[in-house]
């Protein structure tokens, strides 16, 4: 397995540096986003500030200003009344103004204050100078009148429209002063009063001369009177002035006043326009900062898009184009003796260009092809073998050549028994003290089905007897749960951790060979045990019929080729059904078991012992005379008529009967005729007393007690006697 190194840029890398890359750029991007929200946040809260604070503005400068044209509304009423609740209602409305106005125009509503109390004294001193008026009037009545009564009738009518006419233009011009507010009109009327009251003193001053001297008086104290009248009003026509002033001045501060408030909202209303035109740009601001932030995250996601693309999407394309390749190969593998062109190219590449994962990937998988070629050119050449021993073979030749493992036994467990047994050994010099054992189920590896090895511990197997002298592997050989065998690699101590690591690895691959050994191996017993079933007898291990069927023209041929004969013996048990009734079957199942190992080790190697049927058997001698089969024939009996049968709690004695045939006695004979004959042979002597050997000869035919056909076939005979 590839060990990564330090500082390469493999894809790991490659990824984490465009993760952090683009977590950097996406917290710098959300930051300025955060840090422009909050700032266009606290603008539109500045902004809705600002709007309360100019609603509220604009009601209170629209009451102060309903406020003020109330004032300047009563202020005409006041001066032309002078009525106390008149003032009194301007007042608390000025008072009202002070405390909802700014600092700055409370100043001005301080002064018009004052100028109204101003007013309001000037008002008062003009309605003391009406009565002062009043009087003088009075007096120059009662006075005119004096003079009225003591001066002659040519007199009265003169000065008596000179009064009156004075009195008259007084009064319209006394209310011309009242009711005027300009004071150029004022000092016209001022000018009247001084022509009228000049005029009025020079006729008077003329009449005077033409009085006498008593009547003088009065007309001296009529002048006196038209003096202080005189006086008075141009006292009132004085204070009219200052009043007209100090309305003036206060019509001034109330203009101010409203300039100021008008001024105070058009600030308010300009502050709030500035605020909204911040926010506007504020927010124009962010739309772009916004879409230059989206177009950089576009231009982020492509290049990372890009960048994966180059590094990583691409080859990983190739990558999955060079699995799908291999998978094609792979379903071909066993077939072909080598991989090449497009895929070989694509692969070579990948690992001859790339330093990271998936270089070290595709060297993986070119390894693993090429170690899976080989494991598939091996089972090739596994399924080619005939035998499990060119198996063991050429397993033997991998081990040593390919894989270096120079020590080992290859143990095969035996059909049909609990023990295994070493069928090839291949040890150097160091180990050829190494004792031949046999496995029995003592041992770890078959009995665990796992892989035993004594390097961290040498006692691991108790059974291994030189766990001290030698270190070891058991790889067991199982197949679908059955241990078929077990492969042994012996080591010498002390290797290094290097030496071990290189062992270690090779049994690795060893097991892998094994593995695909193993279902070739497991078909051929299961083949050859199959053979064995359909051509042995499962209780005897004789031969059976079916294989006498499969084996008979090409022994028959042989025969013939050599000008040569075989001799048939049709051998039976007498009374072999007494035992099977008095003992049980398993006890007749021991006899001819035991009857077997008597036959087989009676003939020749080169003859044939089946099992015909039951408790019938035929001996098949081969390239035998008739003489010799009829000795070999009674021997058999003999040592059947012997032998003590052991059978559960018992020994048996027991007799065979015999029936002997020669092939060919004719050249149109066929084996199967002989075959007949020789159980006619054998069905005499069990009717001329049993435990005897009968020779066929053609007076049998007559004697028989009844017609025997003879087939043309491999039909099967029974036992004469029914045993």
């Not at 008026?133 to 001066?151: G, K, Y």
């Not at 100090?246 to 100021?260: A, F, G, L, Y």
């Not at 595709?362 to 060119?390: G, P």
Request: one cysteine or more.
């Amino acid at each position: 397995m590839p060990v990564e190194r330090k500082g390469r840029w493999t894809l790991r890398t490659q990824l984490r540096a465009i993760i952090i890359s683009a977590t950097v750029s996406m917290l710098l991007l959300g930051g300025l986003s955060t840090w422009r929200i909050r700032q266009f946040n606290q603008r539109e809260n500045a902004l809705q500030q600002t709007a309360i604070d100019l609603q509220d503005n604009l009601k209170n400068n629209f009451a102060n200003t309903q406020l003020l044209r109330e004032i300047e509304a009563g202020l005409p009423l006041y001066m032309h009344s002078g009525k106390t609740d008149t003032f009194n209602n301007i007042l608390s409305k000025i008072n009202t103004l002070q405390h909802t106005l700014s600092a700055e125009i409370k100043d001005q509503v301080q002064t018009f204050r004052k100028k109204l109390l101003i007013l309001q004294k000037r008002t008062g001193d003009l309605r003391g100078k009406d009565d002062e008026i009043f009087r003088a009037e009075r007096n120059i009545v009662q006075a005119t009148d004096r003079l009225l009564q003591s001066a002659g009738a040519q007199f009265i009518f003169q000065i008596q429209n000179l009064t009156s006419d004075t009195c008259l233009k007084h009064h319209h011009l006394y209310n011309t002063v009242l009711l005027t507010s300009e004071p150029k009109k004022l000092q016209r009327t001022v000018q009247e009063y001084e022509a009228l009251f000049n005029a009025t003193e020079n006729e008077l001053k003329n009449i005077a001369q033409q009085l006498p001297a008593e009547q003088q008086k009065f007309i001296d104290n009529i002048l006196e009177n038209f003096s202080d009248l005189k006086q008075t009003v141009t006292a009132i026509i004085n204070i009219r002035g200052e009043t007209l002033a100090t309305k003036n001045e206060i019509e001034k501060i109330i203009v101010d006043i409203k300039t100021n408030i008008a001024s105070a909202s058009i600030t308010q209303a300009e502050s709030s326009s500035t605020t909204m035109d911040s926010v506007l740009r504020l927010a124009r601001n962010n739309l772009i900062f916004m879409a230059i932030s989206l177009v950089l995250a576009a231009f982020m996601l492509a290049l990372i898009a890009l960048l994966l693309n180059q590094s990583m999407v691409k080859p990983l394309l190739a990558f999955s184009d060079l699995l799908q390749k291999m998978t094609r190969i792979l379903t071909g593998l066993r077939k072909e003796s080598e991989f090449e062109g497009e895929f070989s190219d694509l692969l070579t590449s990948m690992t001859d260009g790339r330093q990271d994962e998936i270089g070290q990937v595709a060297t993986a998988i070119e390894n693993l092809l090429k170690r899976l070629r080989e494991l598939a050119v091996f089972r090739q050449a596994v399924e080619a073998d005939d035998t499990s021993d060119e198996i063991y073979q050429r397993l033997a030749r991998t081990f040593y050549y390919k894989l270096h493992l120079k020590n080992f036994i290859i143990f095969e467990a035996l059909e049909n028994k609990k023990e295994m047994v070493s069928i090839l050994r291949h040890l150097e010099d160091n180990f050829q003290g190494i004792p031949e054992v046999s496995l029995n189920e003592d041992c770890r590896a078959r009995r665990t089905g796992a892989m035993v090895s004594s390097f961290s511990d040498p006692h691991t197997c108790s059974f291994f007897p030189l766990g001290e002298q030698i270190r070891y592997v058991c790889v067991p050989m199982q197949v679908s749960g059955q241990i078929i065998g077990i492969v042994q690699f012996v080591f010498l101590p002390g290797l290094s951790e290097e030496e071990q690591r290189n062992a270690l690895q090779a049994l690795t691959q060893a097991r892998h060979y094994i593995a695909e050994a193993l279902p070739v191996l497991q078909a051929k017993r299961l083949a050859n045990r199959l053979k064995i079933m359909a051509t042995e007898d499962q209780l005897t291990g004789l031969y059976n019929r079916h294989y006498l069927e499969n084996n008979l023209d090409r022994m028959v041929s042989g025969i013939k080729r050599r000008n040569s004969s075989i001799c048939v013996l049709m051998c039976d048990l007498d009374h072999f059904k007494d035992v099977n009734d008095t003992y049980g079957h398993d006890a007749g199942d021991k006899v001819l078991i035991q009857l077997a190992k008597i036959l087989l080790n009676a003939v020749r190697e080169a003859d044939m012992v089946i099992r015909f049927g039951g408790e019938e058997f035929m001996i098949l001698l081969l390239d035998s005379g008739q003489e010799t089969s009829r000795e070999m024939a009674e021997r058999i009996r003999k040592e059947v008529q012997q032998y003590k049968f052991r059978i559960p709690g018992h020994t048996i004695r027991m007799t065979m009967s015999i029936g002997i045939a020669n092939f060919p006695e004719a050249p149109d004979q066929g084996i199967w005729e002989a075959f007949k004959l020789a159980d006619i042979a054998l069905y005499h002597a069990k009717e001329e007393g049993r435990n005897r050997v009968v020779q066929f000869d053609h007076a049998l035919l007559h004697r028989s007690k009844k017609e025997t056909s003879v087939p043309e076939d491999s039909t099967n005979t029974q036992a004469k006697d029914g045993d």
